[in-house]
């Protein structure tokens, strides 16, 4: 049975909802468009959910719907009342927290692996991104990760080597996870409309290669895209033992980093952690 929910235009307005620029608010509306969205991690009955940036609870509805016990952190204060409605339509299914996700641990949030998804402002979506994505401990708490960014962002987290858009974004979320770009979102979808396109992409974490310390394989991404028109004998050339290692490996020095596949950043990372 379909819990019956006011129109999401209904909770704005009556919470007097205005969208903040400063918060990066543009608000998706369209229910079946966040069914869709709430479908991406899979079947969601009983299962914990993360969710930053709730707003007026648009995205919130639908996983409540598709039976997820979510857990939402929202830093506008505006927005608690709409969402205490509805936490009241869905009892002991819905957890608010007032707060800046960026300053929160998330995993101590949770007893068992968990969903995170996400519509966030783009530097905030970035910077939580990466920070799911760091660290030497692997697999991580979270199960997967569906976040909303500018379709730009997207493509280069899911870019293959010798592309423009390949770079220390797709190694990142390709070296112990499989990445892809699982829905483009036109910008009329949002009230306000951004000025440019979505793009959801959805990782899940797969095996970490052995013997690679995610620290070493950061400082050599960082090094090769951070001059990434230069050949690797000379962007690699402040790393010691990286010169040493393309050759045992049999990587040519002359190289640029874009044609590196990720499997052979690991490699050279292995080499060098
Ligand atoms: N999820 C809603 C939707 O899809 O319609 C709102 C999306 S809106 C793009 C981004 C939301 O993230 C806003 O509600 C904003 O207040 C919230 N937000 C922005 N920065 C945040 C942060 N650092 N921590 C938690 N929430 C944040």
């Known amino acids: 049975m379909r819990i019956e929910l006011p129109p999401l235009r209904e909770v704005i307005a009556r919470h007097g909802l205005s969208a903040s620029k400063a918060l990066g608010q543009n608000f998706l509306l369209d229910e079946?468009?966040?069914d869709r969205i709430a479908a991406i991690p899979g079947d969601l009955t009983d299962k914990p959910v993360l969710e930053v940036g709730p707003g007026p609870g648009g995205l919130t509805r639908a996983l409540l719907r598709a039976g997820a016990r979510v857990t939402a952190i929202e830093m506008d204060r505006r927005c608690l009342p709409a969402l205490a409605e509805l936490g009241e339509a869905f009892p002991g299914k819905l957890r608010v927290i007032e707060g800046d996700a960026l300053k929160i641990d998330t995993a101590e949030l949770f007893h068992e692996p968990y969903a995170i998804v996400a519509n966030l402002p783009?530097?905030?979506?970035t910077a939580l991104f990466t920070g799911w994505l760091t660290g030497e401990a692997?697999?991580?708490r979270w199960a997967s990760l569906t976040l909303m960014?500018?379709?730009e962002v997207a493509r280069r987290i899911t870019a293959q080597p010798s592309t423009s858009a390949y770079g220390r974004l797709a190694v990142l979320a390709q070296w112990?996870?499989?990445?892809?770009l699982s829905m483009k979102v036109h910008r009329s979808a949002f009230t306000p409309p951004p000025?440019?396109?979505s793009a959801i992409v959805h990782v899940v974490p797969s095996q970490m290669p052995e013997g690679v310390s995610a620290r070493v394989l950061e400082k050599v991404t960082e090094?090769?895209?951070?001059q990434r028109r230069k050949m690797l004998r000379q962007s690699l050339k402040s790393?010691?033992?990286a010169l040493e290692a393309l050759e045992r490996l049999g990587i040519d020095p002359q190289r640029r980093a874009e044609t590196l596949t990720v499997e052979e950043f690991v490699e050279i990372a292995r080499a060098l952690s």
């Not at 783009?122 to 979506?125: D, M």
């Not at 112990?176 to 892809?180: D, E, F, L, N, V």
């Not at 090094?223 to 951070?226: E, K, S």
């Open 32 to 34: 079946q468009l966040l």
């Open 122 to 125: 783009y530097n905030v979506g």
């Open 138 to 140: 692997w697999p991580p």
């Open 149 to 151: 960014f500018q379709e």
């Open 176 to 180: 112990r996870s499989h990445a892809k």
């Open 195 to 197: 000025k440019v396109m």
């Open 223 to 226: 090094a090769a895209f951070g």
């Open 239 to 241: 790393l010691p033992r």
